[in-house]
């Protein structure tokens, strides 16, 4: 007999439990594909799952909580060895969904950021992400340069998807109900297949410049450098004013200038 599924402090569960607003999420991910297989993050009790399971051909739900895979291996029988015990964050997602496939999901907020690392690991496989984050995770991730949030994160990711802020959730259609507010955004992947720089250093740049973001570029990132006099106008902003093709442009003035790295 099905039993409510217990939310668990230390893995990030809070449920949601408003159908529209699960819905809602459904239809930013399928109407804009679905044909493509879907992985969902953290089903919990399966309020996005129901539709799911009814409307995308392909789909695969990866949890870590034992009690939720049960609980939804017992509503839906038939989908049973679609529900798996396991960790996104470590499994080979294509050996379970393919060479393609989207995500989706409401993201235990403590491992989220972990979750868009993963997401960029997997760049060339993935066309679209739908997810819940915490509204100011969510804000930081779709905002642009000039900005006090836009950082690490937000570069890395705008490199290589169109990243849009849907709509916020309140606390209340949870349980329990979290101490923030939610929002939804939408990654689409864009044309970028690789970088014009070395994406490994672009990396290191992107976080080393962040890493002290009150400074201006040219002190935070002094330590790529031999020579401290040298000069290249992009070293005397701060980070968060640098667009993408801008962090590009100093990975490669970098990547000519540097010290050996």
Not at 46 to 72: M, N
């Amino acid at each position: 007999m099905n039993q409510p599924v217990r939310a668990k402090k230390h893995l990030g569960q809070h449920f949601l439990n408003d159908e529209s607003i699960a819905r809602n999420i459904v239809n930013g991910l399928l109407e804009k594909d679905s044909k493509t297989p879907v992985v969902e993050v953290g089903p919990g009790t399966g309020v996005l799952t129901q539709f799911l399971i009814s409307e995308v051909p392909l789909f695969y739900a990866l949890d870590v909580d034992r009690e939720s895979v049960e609980f939804l291996k017992n509503k839906y029988p038939d989908k049973k060895e679609k529900i798996l015990l396991a960790d996104f964050l470590a499994v080979d997602v294509k050996k379970i969904a393919g060479p393609k496939y989207n995500v989706i999901g409401n993201f235990p907020y403590n491992i989220s950021s972990q979750i868009m690392f993963k997401v960029l690991e997997d760049k060339n496989q993935i066309d679209f992400v739908v997810g819940m984050f915490q509204k100011e995770v969510a804000m930081r991730l779709a905002e642009k340069p000039g900005s006090k949030v836009y950082g690490i994160l937000s570069v890395l990711l705008q490199a290589f998807f169109e990243i849009e802020y849907l709509f916020t959730v309140n606390e209340n259609v949870f349980t329990p109900p979290p101490k923030v507010k939610s929002a939804v955004i939408r990654l689409t992947r864009n044309s970028v297949q690789k970088l014009e720089c070395d994406e490994v250093l672009f990396k290191k740049v992107v976080k080393t410049a962040f890493n002290q973001r009150r400074k201006t570029i040219r002190n935070s990132i002094r330590i790529l450098f031999n020579n401290n006099d040298i000069r290249y106008p992009l070293l005397d902003k701060r980070p968060e004013q640098l667009s993408v093709q801008e962090f590009v442009a100093l990975t490669k003035f970098v990547e000519e200038n540097g010290s050996s790295l």
